[in-house]
């Protein structure tokens, strides 16, 4: 998050692949984790201080993370930004607990922003998968024209690749667009609505550059019309993945009920 990021676009960029989902996804659970265990356990009487920070901290990250990744035509740069932008999300949850010294929706904003955080995972390493699905011996696929007719070249992966942006984008109805959703209920519950106006105009804004990616893979012409050579293995986990953001985006109320569980019995 803001002011925190300035490393991750050249880091998203510079890491090999691999290394790069690892790194988007994992710690995003265990940042989520951490600040759970500071905030929520350690500091929860100090709500009111600590909440105006991540006011400032999320409307920021959310602000710069879209601008920022419009610009972008290394698609790890335009993920590294809108990782950044999802994270200012998870923030909004995290500052929607206590309102007034009410502690009423403290379960409903904290589960929202786990679930968003879980999304974001998800979704994170269907793309960085679909990237090196991509790429081959000395050559990796992290430009946006890399994507070009991709439909024509596998129709069935362009379909994966449109469910993650559309996901990512908070497009009905994938996982993306109901984390993005319960986020945005906890944060107007809270009272903050000016704040959620904000966000949904971020994310309107945001979906631009992820259906730029789509536009690529459906509307272009490829530029490289070789066969897409990977494992089995590669082809089943992206298969899945893809498919899993569908299936939770139609029926998230599972996950959900975990998040909240897990939630509630830690607390």
């Not at 002011?3 to 991750?8: G, R």
């Not at 999300?89 to 589960?111: E, K, P, T």
């Not at 992290?142 to 992966?157: H, M, T, V």
Request: glycine residues 6%; proline residues 3%.
């Amino acid at each position: 998050v803001v002011p925190f990021h300035m490393w991750v676009p050249d880091v998203y960029q510079g890491a090999p692949t691999a290394v790069t989902l690892v790194i988007a996804t994992a710690p995003k659970l265990a940042a989520f984790a951490m600040a759970i265990r500071l905030l929520v356990w350690g500091l929860f009487d100090l709500a009111a201080q600590w909440q105006t920070m991540l006011m400032l901290i999320a409307v920021a990250s959310i602000v710069l993370g879209n601008l920022a990744a419009i610009a972008q035509q290394n698609i790890k740069r335009m993920l590294a930004y809108s990782g950044i932008s999802h994270m200012g999300f998870v923030v909004l949850g995290l500052l929607a607990g206590v309102v007034d010294g009410d502690r009423h929706f403290a379960l409903n904003a904290y589960s929202s922003a786990m679930f968003y955080a879980v999304a974001y995972v998800i979704m994170s390493l269907a793309s960085f998968g679909m990237v090196i699905l991509l790429s081959r011996a000395g050559f990796e696929a992290e430009n946006i024209d890399d994507f070009k007719g991709l439909n024509k070249r596998s129709p069935w992966f362009a379909l994966m690749m449109m469910f993650v942006m559309f996901s990512m984008a908070g497009i009905p109805f994938f996982i993306g667009f109901f984390s993005k959703l319960s986020v945005l209920q906890a944060v107007v519950a809270a009272g903050y609505f000016w704040l959620a106006v904000l966000a949904v105009i971020m994310s309107v804004i945001g979906a631009f550059y992820y259906l730029r990616v789509v536009k690529v893979m459906y509307f272009d012409a490829p530029e490289d019309t070789s066969e897409i050579r990977a494992p089995a293995e590669l082809r089943v986990l992206l298969s899945a993945n893809g498919l899993a953001i569908a299936a939770l985006g139609v029926a998230p109320q599972m996950l959900m009920s975990l998040c909240a569980y897990a939630l509630l019995a830690s607390l």
